[in-house]
């Protein structure tokens, strides 16, 4: 359905309310026909990033460009960009076809190119048999839906979203993201997508931009962030992260260190910087190992557990007292066990995330 995808240049880019920096310094190449997402929380200049890229919001500094084309000075409206809202922003008086053939009857198209078009993306978000309805009488979903199929209805060169599913249920949310991953991917369009939801973005995203005080923090695929966060703010950002004080006592010439962890356990790993001293260890709820207590590994006690059906969520005090998260998946374990069983805690050296004492850096 689309002739032309571009890719999206950003270069240094900066906006300013006053004395306030919403985005600061940020530079991106987002590839043609990529699913790209802008994720962090909220007042991290996602959205005004995306704004800018709209056209809605000036540059302040630096330069934008669609393929080769500098977009600074170019209106809103003239940027080649389709725009699916929070809200839906969907015309109330208008039946779902005439919301639909809107920005195609103000791009001056045929009339009968119109028909076609609108009955094409009707049906490419499958509401075509909709097409009279009025808004009023569609559920939450269905809007979204419209507001999609006129957001690809004049086939963009860019797609953004601006955290298009925030008001939809929690099951409909996830079938709607599979919905706009399908279809991103059948018409090859590329798509700037800002969500504050991570589970959503590591669902849907080709790559992520994680973003926190209008500055990037990271950006990867989806399971390199999740795998190999380079800070400590995104290992706790994304998904449930356990942070554990240790020191490196030592490393040798090989890069192996030695870790003392204050929960009471020591073991080596390779580091890929040469440091001593202080350090945070993170792992994640499934990276641990669940053993009988009088095993090797950090002492710990159960206070809690949460059942979810394929897996066992575990509150574990450690022996220092910290509390910590424990995964264990209900395939691989015969019973729930108990608050107040004692457990020794190991885990996979190779899966756990090292910091400097500050988290600002990954060492491992």
């Known amino acids: ?21 919403a985005v600061n ?23 005004t990033l995306l704004r800018m890229i709209a ?20 209106d809103a409206h003239k940027r080649d960009v389709g725009m699916v809202f929070q809200n839906y922003a969907i015309f109330p008086h208008l039946n779902v076809y005439d919301n639909v053939a809107y920005g195609l009857k103000a791009r001056k ?37 419209v507001a999609l199929a006129r957001a690809i209805v004049i086939k963009p060169g860019v797609l953004l979203m601006d955290e298009p599913l925030s008001n939809l249920d929690a099951k409909l949310r996830i079938q709607m993201r599979t919905v706009i991953r399908k279809l991103q991917k059948e018409l090859n369009i590329t798509t700037i997508y800002v969500t504050h939801d991570r589970e959503e973005a590591l669902a849907i995203s080709d790559r992520i931009a994680i973003m926190n005080k209008g500055r990037l923090m990271q950006v990867d695929k989806p399971t390199t962030i999740y795998q190999k966060p380079e800070n400590i703010f995104i290992a706790g950002f994304i998904g449930t992260s356990n942070f554990i004080d240790g020191t490196v006592t ?18 080596s790993m390779k580091l890929k910087k040469n440091i001593t001293g202080p350090v945070q260890i993170s792992i994640r709820p499934e990276q641990f190992i669940i053993k009988d207590a009088n095993e090797p590994g950090i002492s710990g006690e159960i ?34 066990r108990p608050i107040g069983e004692k457990v020794s805690l190991t885990f996979d050296t190779n899966k756990i995330n090292v910091f400097t004492q500050d988290g600002t850096e990954v060492v491992s």
Do not use: W
């Open 1 to 21: 359905m689309n002739d032309l995808s571009y890719n999206v240049k950003i270069c240094n880019v900066i906006k300013r309310y006053g004395d306030f920096t």
């Open 250 to 267: 030592k490393i040798d010439g090989d890069m192996t260190a030695n870790i003392k962890l204050n929960a009471g356990l020591e073991f």
């Open 55 to 74: 056209g809605f919001n000036s540059i302040d500094e630096g330069k934008i460009f669609f393929g080769d084309k500098l977009i600074n000075n170019i």
């Open 303 to 336: 206070q809690m557990y949460t059942f979810l059906g394929d897996s066992v969520a575990y509150e574990v005090e450690l022996s220092n007292g910290q509390p910590v998260n424990v995964n264990e998946y209900t395939k691989d374990i015969e019973f729930v």
């Open 109 to 145: 198209v045929p009339k009968d190119e119109i028909h076609t078009r609108v009955m094409e993306a009707l049906k490419t978000v499958q509401i075509e048999d909709l097409k009279n309805r009025k808004p009023s009488e569609l559920s939450g979903g269905q809007q979204q839906r």
């Open 25 to 47: 310094d940020v530079s991106l190449d987002i590839k043609e026909g990529e699913f790209f997402t802008l994720l962090g929380p909220s007042g991290c200049g996602k959205t």
